[in-house]
């Protein structure tokens, strides 16, 4: 039995997690899908793992509340993912036990699912030899702050870091705020990817990654704000439209890079008021090779494919 004690300016708790593969079996699920496979998609057993080969990239892709293993946004990644590389391995999480529930409840509970997650991936290196630096992340919302706690796990297991963290519109409702430790950061992977397209809503409004990307400014989206501004008593649907473009505009970036380029800059006024005033440096929204730090600013339509 492990005990974790946390305790965060919002919420103070304690949390038990019984780290044995029949808690993961309970709160966490995991669905292998490999291309050209007979039902694209099956689920693992975490007792025995099927053989994983130790040099092809394995994305987990992780939702966010409410939502679980069959999140819409799960199979336009990895459809757009297999058009560049169909040698991806793709993990399936759901953790929807603990994620559909309210939400105080289960931002309560992404570290205890990170850390099945990383028990996982641990055991994968141990049993297959997949390498730290052949896993990637994926993760939307709640979904992005889970994969940030696996990435702490891993390396206080080994020591290691995962090679990538793509974190889209990581959640903000009850992580602002926090130490930097108790959610994601810059350290929980060797590159910590955000997408900011909700930001101080129901996204994480600074910087959370060692790249930062806030297209439109990162707080709210086109087309968004106009629903808002015809009924006001839509904005839980408004900010939805702001925060699932995280997902929309990445998988669109994987598919058209050439079309979302990003550009340093000092802040959003600095960019809109001259990109000329902003650094030479770009960085295409989708890319899952890029090393480039700081913060990168980007103008996109209100309309798939939103360019």
Known sequence: MKILFATYKTV?????????????????????????TTGRCTEINVE?????????????????????????????????????????HFIKVDWSIRS?????????AVDEAGIIIANFIVKLNNTYSVPFENILEIGFSLGAQVAGFAGKE???????????????????????????????????????????TNGGFAGYVDDAGTIDIFPNGGSSQPGCTVALLRNILKLSETIGCSHSRSYKLFVEALLHPDKFQAKKCYNW???????????????????????????????????????
């Not at 304690?14 to 029949?22: I, Q």
Request: charged share 20%.
């Open 48 to 88: 025995s793992p099927p053989y994983l080969p130790n040099n092809v990239p394995i994305v987990f892709l992780i939702h966010g509340w409410t939502s679980d293993g069959s999140a819409s946004w799960y199979d336009s990644t990895i459809d757009a993912l297999w058009q560049t590389n169909d040698q991806y």
């Open 154 to 196: 891993v390396q206080k297991l080994t020591e290691k870091k995962i090679s990538r963290i793509v974190a889209l519109d990581p959640a903000g409702p009850l992580f602002d705020g926090r130490p930097k430790e108790e959610m994601l950061n810059p350290n929980d992977a060797e590159n910590v990817v955000v997408i900011h």
């Open 12 to 36: 103070p708790f304690v949390l038990m997690v019984l780290l044995n593969e029949s808690t993961a079996t309970y709160m966490v699920h995991f669905d292998l899908c490999i291309k050209n």
């Open 269 to 307: 006024i600095v960019y809109l008021i001259s990109e000329d005033l902003c650094e030479d440096e770009t960085v295409t929204l989708g890319d899952l090779t890029t090393t480039a730090t700081g913060k990168y600013y980007l103008k996109t339509e209100d309309e798939p494919p939103y360019y």
């Open 100 to 108: 559909k529930t309210i939400y105080i409840t289960a931002q309560s």
